[in-house]
């Protein structure tokens, strides 16, 4: 008799495409010498799903070309079963999409952020050090426990333990999982990272989230709002620039908010590109629903010190125990969630950031007052712009913005802009609890 099989541990070569979802294709994990130089198939087309699982009508591949996903082997992550005990393995690495001998694809969202970050290495002399805060729901019980409370945080301590497990065996360093303000819901955060593997970062951040969800039987969602009276989830993006020797450079302890002047002009660039930027960083019709005054997310285009309600914040340092302010500053980025692309809204960003540096961008749209509250004169003199109050709108700042658009590759805005009109289409008859039900679904 022959013995029972077993089943073969699988390892995936992932690539997370222009709306966030990850996918890939997996493999018996013993064979990975074979495919670490030829990476695995994949099709142009793919590219251009909508989150409702439909390929964009018009899009630029239709049912044509093969493309390769290689894999980035110091990005893999291996994290063992959990809270159910006979889960495989999760086993997955990064790739970038390539054409079938190798070169780069234009629409590879990883790509992309690979190239803006060898710009800021070759021609600004930076590096780039980034982290993603995540906020989602987790439905770990049906009692509604009040904001931030320890009984929020035993309710879904099981889940925080396992997660905060699972995310350090994956190598993504975790530090806080905490009850948020909104009825269940929790934040996560990691420690920074540099470059690319930030992105990375992210991504493993909701895959291991959900990993741990399913197999605890919990329901989950990262969208930017899961119901009408819902409190919103947000990414918010925490970003420091170092030079290549490994100093901070956007401090400067002589200026009265603490910001060196690449850091103001980082910061102009990012404002001044914003209303396009939301095109990648707020990329659903629903995430519009969260960019609203009073939400702690942000509806105009400002920064501000310790500010919520700004779209760049600079984030607090702190004396206590002889730490360095320098190395701890940083610009949060709050304009984001989660239904965006880690790597292109992360990309997108530092184009902007990018611009103002090289252009010598003045920043002027600064408040340490609530945008919102200061009178449309007040914030035309500080050259204060509201946020797109939808997609649609965005997309029209980006199609507007040749001076940011340029620096994207053609095949990748042209997918991008394709399934977007499709999304805004198959959606546009949902009213906004419905958006919140359908996407929560979704993300
Ligand atoms: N939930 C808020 C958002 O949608 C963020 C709250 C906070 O500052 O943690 O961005
Ligand atoms: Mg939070």
């Not at 035309?380 to 965005?394: D, F, H, Y």
Request: aromatic share 8%; charged share 20%; proline share 6%.
């Amino acid at each position: 008799m022959s013995p029972r099989l077993t089943p073969l541990p699988m390892t995936t070569l992932v690539t997370t495409d222009l709306i966030g979802i990850t996918r890939g294709r997996s493999f018996p994990s013993d064979e990975l010498e074979h495919y670490q130089a030829v990476g695995c198939g994949w099709v142009p087309a793919n590219s251009a799903l909508t989150p409702q699982d439909i390929i964009a009508s018009s899009n630029p591949w239709g049912a044509y070309g093969d493309l390769r996903l290689i894999p980035d082997l110091s990005s893999r992550v291996t994290v063992g079963s959990g809270p159910d005990a006979n889960a495989p393995v999760l086993d997955f690495i990064h790739a970038d999409i390539r054409e079938t001998d190798g070169q780069a694809w234009g629409a590879c969202p990883r790509t992309l952020l690979r190239d803006e970050i060898e710009r800021y290495h070759d021609e600004l002399g930076l590096q780039v050090n980034a982290a993603f805060e995540h906020e989602f729901n987790l439905h770990a019980g049906v009692a509604e426990h009040a904001a931030f409370s320890l009984e929020a945080q035993r309710q879904g301590a099981e889940f925080g333990g396992w997660l905060l497990s699972a995310l350090r065996a994956g190598g993504v360093e975790p530090e806080m999982f905490l009850p948020e303000y909104g009825k269940h819901q929790y934040e996560i955060t990691c420690r920074p990272t540099l470059g690319v593997a930030a992105a990375d970062r992210a991504i493993n951040v909701r895959e291991i989230t959900r990993e741990i969800a399913r197999q605890m039987g919990l329901d989950l969602s990262f969208a930017p709002k899961t119901a009408a009276e819902a409190v919103c989830n947000g990414v918010h993006l925490h970003v420091s620039l170092l030079d290549l020797a490994g100093q901070p450079m956007l401090y400067d302890a002589g200026t009265s908010n603490g910001l060196s002047s690449i850091g103001q002009h980082w910061a102009a660039g990012v404002l001044h590109f914003l209303p396009a930027l939301c095109a990648f960083t707020a990329p659903t019709p629903l995430s519009y629903q969260r960019l609203q005054p009073h939400h702690w997310s942000a509806s105009y285009a400002c920064l501000g010190q310790q500010n919520r309600e700004a779209a760049l914040r600079i984030c607090p340092t702190v004396t206590l125990g002889g730490k360095s302010a320098a190395q701890q500053f940083n610009l949060e980025f709050r304009a984001m969630d989660a239904t965006a692309s880690p790597h292109l809204a992360m990309a997108a960003l530092l184009i902007a950031g990018r611009l103002g540096i090289e252009q010598r961008l003045a920043l002027n749209a600064v408040t340490d007052e609530i945008p919102d509250s200061l009178n449309d004169e007040q914030r035309k003199a500080r050259g204060i712009v509201a946020l797109p109050a939808s997609l649609a709108q965005a997309l029209d700042c980006l199609r507007d913005s040749a001076a940011f658009n340029e620096w994207l590759p053609k095949p990748l805005l042209d997918t991008y802009y394709a399934l977007k009109t499709e999304e805004l289409a198959l959606t546009e008859q949902l009213s906004p609890a419905d958006l919140c039900e359908h996407y929560a679904r979704l993300y």
